[in-house]
Structure formats: structure tokens, C-alpha cells
Nanobody, 116 residues
Framework: LQLQASGGGLVLTGGSLTLACAASGSIGGIRTMGWYRQAPGNERELVATITNDGTPNYGDSMKGRVTIYRDNAKNTVNLKMDSLKPEDTAVYYC???????????WGQGTLVTVSS
């Protein structure tokens, strides 16, 4: 299973950005898809996940400012981020939970920089 993330970049405070992640390879066992982020000096934290049936779960850090959605036919998961703040600056990682044991797979990370 491979994950390819894209969509990061530089955005001004208050702006919006959409991250995309595409899964390829052995995709048949994909369960939950989602996004995490890690800022310098901080631990990786949950942004949002979404189950096979489309049920989202949002972390506290960006709740109300992000929307996660997936396309099971295309094996993609997107994260729309609005009202971005400088403290949202981080590397954002795509994540997939796979199989009955929910093995975790990570994408390569995409950097989001929010400038004031």
C-alpha cells in the first residue's frame, strides 16, 4: 500500500487549502483514512479521520475549520482547511488503517505554512 499526499504550500492567515491523498497498491483492506499533523517540537496529532461508511472524526485542534471527505471508488481522502492560522503550520500526514488489525500506513507528509 502506498500513499501519495499533495496540496501543501504557503497560505496567508485566514486562507484555505485542500490536501489530497491517494492510495494505491493493495487497497482492498483499507478501513479508516485520515490526516494527522506534526509541528516542530510537537508530537503528531489527529486532524481528522473518516471511516469506510463516511463517518468523520475531528481532532480538537482544527475542529470547525476542516472538512474531511473520501472517495472510495478513487481511494482518495481530502482535507479542506479553512480560516487557517499561523499555529496550523505543520507537516500534514495522510494515514490509512488497513485490515482487521488496523495496521497503520503513512504518507510522506506535505508541509503547510501559514504566514501572518
Amino acid at each position: 500500500l502506498q500513499l501519495q499526499a499533495s496540496g501543501g504550500g504557503l497560505v496567508l492567515t485566514g486562507g484555505s487549502l485542500t490536501l489530497a491523498c491517494a492510495a494505491s497498491g493493495s487497497i482492498g483492506g483499507i478501513r479508516t483514512m485520515g490526516w494527522y499533523r506534526q509541528a516542530p517540537g510537537n508530537e503528531r496529532e489527529l486532524v481528522a479521520t473518516i471511516t469506510n461508511d463516511g463517518t468523520p472524526n475531528y481532532g480538537d485542534s482544527m475542529k470547525g475549520r476542516v472538512t474531511i471527505y473520501r472517495d472510495n471508488a478513487k481511494n482518495t481522502v481530502n482535507l479542506k482547511m479553512d480560516s487557517l492560522k499561523p499555529e496550523d503550520t505543520a507537516v500534514y500526514y495522510c494515514n490509512v488503517r488497513y485490515g482487521v488489525y488496523r495496521r497503520s500506513y503513512w504518507g510522506q507528509g506535505t508541509l503547510v505554512t501559514v504566514s501572518s
